[in-house]
């Protein structure tokens, strides 16, 4: 596990270990749903089609009329499926089995996540920050207590979890009357950081035609959001070590020293603790820019939200998607978080014109391992070779073998099995798109590796053709 993966997932034990909670259902999907339905699992609940007490009637044709028990043992949930067409736990299909916190359970069409919610959460209306799941609501409640207070606050989190959004969620709650003002350390180049942050005056350096104030001072009674702070080069944290602490910047060409009185919000995707023990990052800049430390929740940990923030970008209601994508979706583990689930939900709302959203609009783009002993396909490879069609087998009832037709054998040294999704994300990670590294690594040819590359999105076909 990650250290960003690591502390975030550290973060939600402790907050629901320090509070007690409860165990809660929340239906997401399914027959004449139109928003997500969260119930409290106090006592046993059968779910099915029969409307008696004791049961949760759904309209659900492809559920029996007491499909599935599920009975509350302390902080999980014992599933005992009652049906003739089965009860799936985190995508396989299951006759007894245990549910915990953030699991998906599926009968029919009908998806579940059960949440282990804390008693007594303090939320906060924050628009910018959608979702229901109680990491969310941890996080928009700390924005609310922490916002009105001139602290400099650490955010941490993964990549794609949205970190500068909730900086910007931070100003808009905090009242200040300044500028909310945003820069990447990791995009500037080293030498144009010290203007970046305290500005320049004309001449100070070639192509310096002007003066500029510099961040800290765009942001003077307002905020400011460094993103990507673990990127800051020593030198010039030491310089923003000084600025901070004298709130003051002396722009870059000039002995005349101004004000710059900001809230400081840094983010970042790194481990900076480590970073200070290897003398990669300050300790003291770190000390200083941690008065609160805030976590952005990573998607895998907000399932119930996860077919909520598609629907956002399709554009549409999500109950019209096929049951196996909408279970797809909750099941993908999303390394790349919202920012890769828009571009999934980008790709569905295109492909939307072709006909119904089903599984197979998209199986490439999900990496569900659990679900594959319930889908007929053929390999990556073969795929990849010879353009077939990914053929996608009904959820409930097998389906007999799927029928390819034979390529004609090329003479190649063997090689291994093709990545999946969580290994080429850890290559782009190391190696970004470098094909060639990345070609090195798997022992495939860089055209085939492009092929991955373009496959699981981290690569176009225009790029491919540059």
Not at 93 to 119: C, E, K, M, N, P
Request: glycine share 8%; with cysteine.
């Amino acid at each position: 596990m990650a250290w960003d993966e690591e502390v975030t997932a550290q973060a939600g034990a402790e907050a629901i270990a320090t509070t007690s909670a409860e165990l809660s259902l929340v239906h997401v999907h399914g027959p004449g749903l139109s928003s997500a339905v969260t119930m409290p699992l106090l006592d046993a609940l059968v779910i099915g089609r029969a409307r008696e007490p004791g049961v949760y009637a759904i309209p659900d044709a492809r559920i029996s009329r007491k499909h599935v028990r599920l009975v509350p043992e302390g902080d999980r949930v014992r599933v005992e499926d009652t049906s003739t067409n089965g009860t799936f736990v985190m995508g396989a299909r299951v006759q007894r089995a245990i549910a915990t916190d953030g699991d998906v359970i599926r009968t029919g069409d009908s998806l579940f996540v059960v949440r282990l919610r804390a008693r007594g959460a303090i939320d906060a209306s924050v628009a910018a920050l959608l979702g229901t799941a109680p990491s969310m609501q941890r996080l928009r409640g700390a924005i609310g207590t922490v916002a009105p207070h001139d602290v400099p606050i650490l955010v941490l989190g993964e990549s794609g979890t949205g970190k500068e959004l909730v900086a910007r969620a931070l100003h808009d709650t905090s009242g200040r009357s300044g500028a909310f003002v945003a820069l990447n350390c990791g995009a500037i180049p080293e030498a144009l950081a010290e203007s970046q942050l305290f500005g320049h005056v004309a001449g100070a350096f070639t192509g310096a035609r002007s003066d500029f104030p510099g961040v800290l001072r765009q942001a003077h009674g307002g905020t400011l959001f460094l993103d990507e702070i673990g990127e800051m080069p020593l030198a010039i944290q030491a310089k923003l070590l000084r600025a901070l602490e004298e709130r003051a910047v002396t722009p870059v060409g000039s002995t005349k020293t101004f004000a710059a009185q900001a809230t400081i919000v840094a983010a970042t995707h790194r481990d900076l603790r480590t970073a200070v023990d290897e003398g990669r990052f300050r300790g003291d800049l770190y000390s200083r820019l941690a008065g609160v430390v805030l976590r952005t929740p990573p998607l895998r940990e907000r399932r119930e939200d996860v077919l909520a923030l598609v629907e956002r970008t399709l554009g549409r209601s999500t109950s019209e998607l096929d049951a196996d994508l909408a279970e797809a979706l909750l099941l993908h583990p999303w390394p790349f978080n919202v920012r890769e689930l828009i571009r999934v939900a980008t790709e569905l709302r295109i492909r939307a014109a072709e006909g119904p959203l089903t599984l197979a609009t998209i199986v490439d783009r999900l990496d569900v391992p659990a679900l594959s002993a319930r889908r007929v396909a053929v390999s990556t490879a073969t795929t990849m070779e010879s353009e077939a069609v990914v053929l996608v087998a009904p959820t409930i009832a097998p389906s007999p073998p799927a029928i390819v037709a034979p390529l004609r054998k090329k003479k190649s040294r063997p090689q291994r099995p093709p990545p999946d999704r969580a290994e080429l994300a850890g290559l782009v990670e190391e190696h970004g798109t470098n094909v060639s590294r990345i070609a090195r690594a798997l022992g495939y040819s860089r055209r085939q590796t492009r092929r991955f590359l373009i496959t699981f999105g981290w690569m176009s076909e225009d790029d491919a053709h540059e």
